[in-house]
């Protein structure tokens, strides 16, 4: 598993592909839940999300809420990632935040 982060983004990539008739698209919709990497469910439960089925649907569901892209999952170089956009492109200052904050949470 790796986790990058970037000025505008989190990529989160897990090691070896999707479930057998589990597919990208389904991930979003939290029909059924067969966790391949057990870390990560332990993690998700662990938070209060009862499987990762459902907590992919309710990160899907907070990203909208708050007026963000949606994750984006796809299979990539022998595993899944999964991409996490902020609303500010990189060196932009969020709406919430002015000049002077952003210089001082900076420092």
Do not use: H
């Given at each position: ?48 999300w009862s499987n990762c089925s459902v907590g ?29 956009r902020s609303r500010t492109a990189p060196g ?16």
């Amino acid at each position: 598993m790796s986790v990058s982060l970037y000025p505008n983004r989190l990529e989160i990539w897990s090691y070896g592909d999707l479930p057998l008739g589990l597919s990208i698209a389904a991930l979003k919709t939290g029909d059924r839940s067969l966790p391949v990497n057990p870390d990560i469910a332990q993690v998700v439960f662990l938070r209060g999300w009862s499987n990762c089925s459902v907590g992919n649907r309710k990160m899907v569901e907070e990203f909208k809420g708050q007026g963000m892209p949606e994750p984006v999952w796809k299979k990539q170089t022998g595993g899944v990632c999964v991409t996490l956009r902020s609303r500010t492109a990189p060196g932009e200052i969020p709406k919430e935040l002015n000049a002077r904050k952003s210089l001082c949470s900076a420092a």
